[in-house]
């Protein structure tokens, strides 16, 4: 397994797998990962957008991402990171994390290699300060994994989404990068 920058070469691959990563949001024995309806399980053209801007914009200003992807050695990708500005001015000490890995690969420590190895990148190639995160309340696996990584909860918003019927609590975690 090997863990890489997202590349434009890669990067049609890299949104099929999101796809596929997407649809299991809620289904398959998984906790509703995201905020959004099982019946809606597919990529916006606003998020693919998204990624593709924010890989060209410099690390501190509005917009931009750096994404991570995982590997097998067949060249699959079965895991990423990505990590990206807040959307407000003043907070370029910040930014904001989120993560996915492919079905068959869960459980096995590649999220948190894959954490690990995006602190490492933050640490020796940016000046941030912080990582946040937002998490789903009933995504205990996640919630026991960013704990276990040194996150820690700063907030909760209460009843922020109701989703196929049911309420959903929104988590909001840090770590300082020191």
Sequence with gaps: MEIRHLTRERIDDFFMYLNDHISDNGKRN???FLPISRENLSLSNELIQSFKRGQFVSVNKLGWR??????NKKNDIIGHIDIKSHNQSYTNHRAVMGMGVHRDYRRDGLGKLLIETMIGWVRT????????LWVLSGNNPAIRLYVKLGFE?????EDMFRIDGASHDYIMMTKKIE
């Design 30 to 32: 998984s906790p509703l």
């Design 66 to 71: 750096r994404v991570l992807i995982a590997e």
């Design 125 to 132: 190639e940016t000046e941030i300060e912080r990582i946040d």
């Design 153 to 157: 909860k700063v907030g909760e918003v």
